[in-house]
């Protein structure tokens, strides 16, 4: 088993930053990916950004493509996730995720660990 804890979260106006941290434990080594996801009020969790951890490819959801930057550090089985030029619409609350498998998806019942979640909101 993996186990996943987030922090981070917090109240920021609009246009501020954040950066959200993910540390794994467990059989860390039988993980090939991580990534973040969030779940706005009301709305469906979606796919926000994932890494690979071996080869640190990444992957981005459109919305947040050039805002924020995932990042990992493998010696600390940690990874992060800057958030820039935060939005109204980027409030949610923020998931972290891992696989074992390599496969790029952003389906999330296909990821298989999942952190409990820490809360995001941005005020206009």
């Known amino acids: 088993q993996v186990q996943l804890v987030e922090s981070g979260g917090g109240l920021v106006q609009a246009g501020g930053s954040l950066r959200l941290s993910c540390a794994a434990s467990?059989?860390?080594?039988?993980?090939?990916?991580m990534g973040w996801f969030r779940q706005p009020p009301g709305k469906e969790r979606e796919f926000v950004s994932a890494i690979s951890w071996r080869s640190g490819s990444t992957d981005y959801a459109d919305s947040v493509k050039g805002r924020f930057t995932i990042s990992r550090e493998n010696g600390k089985n940690t990874v992060y996730l800057q958030m820039n030029s935060l939005k109204p619409e980027d409030t949610a609350v923020y998931y972290c995720?891992?696989?074992?498998?390599?496969?790029?998806?952003?389906?999330?019942?296909?990821?298989?660990?999942w952190g409990q979640g820490t809360q995001v909101t941005v005020s206009s």
């Open positions: 995720a891992a696989r074992p498998g390599l496969a790029r998806t952003t389906t999330p019942r296909l990821w298989d660990y």
């Open positions: 467990g059989r860390t080594f039988s993980i090939s990916r």
